[in-house]
């Protein structure tokens, strides 16, 4: 089975299936694109669509204004009905099921009636270290700076006008499945990233509630915490429908009828788990974009709370330690877009997904430790590394062999540079056990260069499928067609096993094991770029 789009020899059975409101639809929220991918039962990609957006620096605050989020979801269904309508000539009139997904943690803050009340505050910023810290060590785990109860409570002891006014908090997924489906509910990967959940994954954790309801900048306030937050889902379960509404909300010329199943709304984390079939013990994902993440599902508890990492969950409610960057592809691209303008310039333009392929294999062909090149990619503050503001900056030794292959090399390393440093904390230090880590993202996209980086930076066998590129728009389908399925008949399928039996099986990969002079090499360039820290924190102290 491929995930690729159908060829037009399979073109009258998806235009059916589509024609019968049969497809399931995943839009997920990235940090630089909105994405939209429509499945059959099985998973086989019908049509996507996208649409690119950006966030902004207001106020000294990381955002996207909702208008912006509302335009782009219209923008990106539009895009995926238009593709509908190309590639099987039909309308897409009718879902069998739906699911939406975003980028986890930061606050989203409304009133009684759902209105927002302040603008979005997102998991890139950092200004919440007093509140993390206070909610550390009072409720005995690690809570970190972007969770949404970090910043409620940074909101709280700043006595912010808006803080009494609150009717709910929520995630940006939670927000557009409210406006969709009129529901204030949260899959419980994605919740898991606004307040500790239960042992069992069912709930938030009632012990750590009231701990936190009695902080005093808290427990004053006209709401208690649990008030406020989602309603907590595990994957499968109905979270509601389609509402007339929402459809319209989706695609404005009323072509979309309501009455499709909604899934629980997930995290980016999630679908990224789910999109590369990492939600059993000793699997892991790492999924890669401006910022990247990897999730390890745990056996057993770890030693204690660690700062470099997060306990989450799977959308089943599994435990998972996280190992979260803030940053990971963006400088690479800007790197990337100096050389397209170069190419331009010189009167020989280079499409981007050749430009990106040809020096990612210059990069492969670089020295093993970059020849002593070191690339801070820190667009924003890194708390794996204990840089509070970031400032992208190449450095070298004048001994440094400095040529394109190694500088390459050098912004391949630098990619994973602090996801690195955490998941030492994580494989070495707690002694995590780990088989494979199932890798996805447009950096994975050249094959087998990044791919063998990352193997070699984590010292562990890194597997690429054929949705490498798909990512969490992809997942989410998934989840909104197991909801589906789960309604009519299959219970007691777990997600496990609907990923193995109807997904994934027979699918194609590529994996690639750990190189011993790449791990070696890896490690040199590693313990180099721990050591100039310093230099890229008198960077952010000094630069404007």
Known sequence: ????????????????????????????????????????????????????????????????????????????????????????????????????????????????????????????????????????????????LRWSVSHLLHAALGDEEHVDRLGAITTLAGWVHRRLTGRHALGVGDASGMFPIAADGSDYDADLLEKAQALPALSSRPWTLRDLLPEVLGAGEEAGELTEEGARLLDPSGTLRPGAVAAPPEGDAGTGMVATNAVGPRTGNVSAGTSAFAMVVLEGPLSGPREEIDLVTTPAGDPVAMIHTNNCTGDLDAWLGVFARFAELSGSPVPAEELYSTLFRAGAEG??????????????????????????????????????????????????????????????????????????????????????????????????????????????????AYARRRRHGDGDLSLADFLDQEVFAGADQSVLEPSPEGVAGYARWLEAYTAALPVERLAGETLG
């Open 1 to 144: 089975m491929t995930h690729d789009a159908v060829t037009s020899a399979d073109h009258a059975a998806p235009a059916a299936l589509i024609a019968d409101g049969r497809a399931h639809l995943g839009i997920e929220l990235g940090s630089t694109r909105i994405k939209a991918a429509l499945v059959d039962d099985a998973g086989t990609v019908l049509a996507t669509g996208s649409h690119a957006w950006e966030n902004a620096l207001v106020e000294d605050n990381w955002t996207y204004a909702l208008e912006d989020a509302e335009a782009g979801l219209q923008a990106c269904y539009a895009d995926l009905a238009e593709a509908v309508r190309r590639e099987h000539g039909t309308e897409l009139t009718q879902l069998a099921s739906i699911g939406i997904s975003g980028m986890m943690h930061g606050y989203l803050a409304l009133d009684a009636e759902g209105e927002q009340l302040v603008p979005f505050r997102t998991w890139r910023n950092t200004y919440t270290e007093d509140a993390a810290s206070l909610l550390s060590s009072t409720l005995g785990l690690n809570i970190p």
């Open 367 to 480: 020295e093993a430790d970059a020849g002593g090149v070191l690339s801070y990619n820190y667009l924003a503050g890194e708390h794996q590394t204990g840089v509070p503001s970031g400032r992208p900056l190449l450095v070298r030794e004048q001994s440094a062999r400095f040529t394109l292959e190694n500088l390459m090399r050098a912004q391949l390393h630098g990619a994973f540079g602090a996801l690195a440093v955490g998941m030492r904390a994580l494989l070495v230090d707690e002694g995590v056990q780990l088989d494979v880590m199932h890798a996805h993202g447009g950096i994975f996209r050249t094959a087998g260069v990044a791919q063998q980086v990352l193997a070699d930076s984590i010292d562990t066998p890194v597997a690429v499928g054929a949705s490498a590129g798909e990512g969490g728009a992809w997942g989410m389908a998934l989840l909104a």
